[in-house]
Nanobody, 126 residues
Framework: QVQLVESGGGSAQTGGSLRLSCVGS????????MGWFRQAPGKEREGVAA????????YYADSVKGRFTISQDNAKNMLFLQMNSLKSEDSAMYYC???????????????????WGQGTQVTVSS
């Protein structure tokens, strides 16, 4: 069982940065594939990034490559998403999630993720 709580969302201007955090308990998140997903109003939830095997593997959606960085702090049992060069289309509710494993082009398969946080809102405006 993993409980996930996100924080760090808020408002930013186009081109700005935000850092999302997700703390897991009581399980050790490094034992899981940890992912960030987002859902904008009227759109389906989509995968943003994932990290696995103590950060040895990381995956990104094409829309965020080069701008977002996923990382984790095993000592604090926390997952992060550093978001730079934000665009208006990055506005969404962001969720962290945990899956037993992930890899290749399946990291964004939402059905694999058993545990989800409640989400944190990100709003980007010009």
């Amino acid at each position: 069982q993993v409980q996930l709580v996100e924080s760090g969302g808020g408002s930013a201007q186009t081109g700005g940065s935000l850092r999302l955090s997700c703390v897991g308990s009581p399980a050790t998140i490094s034992d899981y594939c940890m992912g960030w997903f987002r859902q904008a109003p009227g759109k389906e939830r989509e995968g943003v990034a994932a990290i696995y095997r103590s950060s040895a593997l990381s995956y990104y959606a094409d829309s965020v490559k080069g701008r977002f960085t996923i990382s984790q702090d095993n000592a604090k049992n926390m997952l992060f998403l550093q978001m730079n060069s934000l665009k208006s289309e990055d506005s969404a509710m962001y969720y962290c999630a945990a899956a037993p494993y992930c890899g290749g082009n399946t990291w964004a398969w939402q059905a694999r993720y058993s545990y989800w946080g409640q989400g944190t809102q990100v709003t980007v405006s010009s």
